[in-house]
């Protein structure tokens, strides 16, 4: 059995515009679409440049648009990607500017991420009585939610496919609001309120146009739309948006 694939290329050493490639390959049974590039690069075309490391659905670096949304190019099945024998589309993310093919620089995106100050800052926080008790305060939502912040691998998925990013490159994004509300409703954080500052400013939280295209793509099921109400609600319930 063989299956299409059309590739969106871009090589600057060879031509300032972006170009469209379709390859035949090979298919066998469970193969997801990155064992289709591999098997292109071995086998076909060596120039094809695109981004892997695990190939496990951990570390995020596959992450490109299959089909019109982000998704990881590990865990994306072909039998699932194809359909009516038309070929399987794919490009690179969006709101990043394209190294070479399906190779994204990843910088924009983590430049918001260190504007957060993703780590956990000293002070007035206090230390759980259970040291496992970091939800203490929260209720089950808030939880639920917090929890899910662990998995997020940081993929790109949900800052490629926001459509407010796309518009306005000063929101910070989905997963930079995802960090802040981790620290922020950390019982060890010793800034809470800073944080919330920071989430309530110019392109924090209450930009987000809650489109909801971050949690269709999120390969973890973190909900950073979910993330973004809850913190908008804190904010409120703390007299507003302090930022104002």
Known sequence: MEAGLRIRRFDPGRSPDPWWQEYRVEVQPGDVVLSLLHRIQDEIDGSLAFRYACRGAICGSCAMRINGSAGLACKTLIDGAASDRRPVVLE??????????LVVDQEPFF????RTRPWLIEGHGRAPDDPLDYAAG???QEYDEWNRTA???RCLACFSDCPKRGQDQSF???EACVDIYKRAYDVREGESQSRLK???GPGGVFDCDRHGVCVKVCPKDVRPMRAILFLQDRINDKGGRPGK
Do not use: F, H, Q, W
Request: hydrophobic share 40%; net charge positive; glycine share 4%.
């Open 138 to 140: 929260m209720n089950a």
């Open 198 to 200: 920071r989430a309530s």
């Open 111 to 114: 430049r918001e991420i260190r």
């Open 172 to 174: 910070i994004g989905p």
């Open 151 to 153: 998995v997020c691998i």
């Open 92 to 101: 690179p993310l969006l709101n990043t500017p394209v190294v070479k093919d």
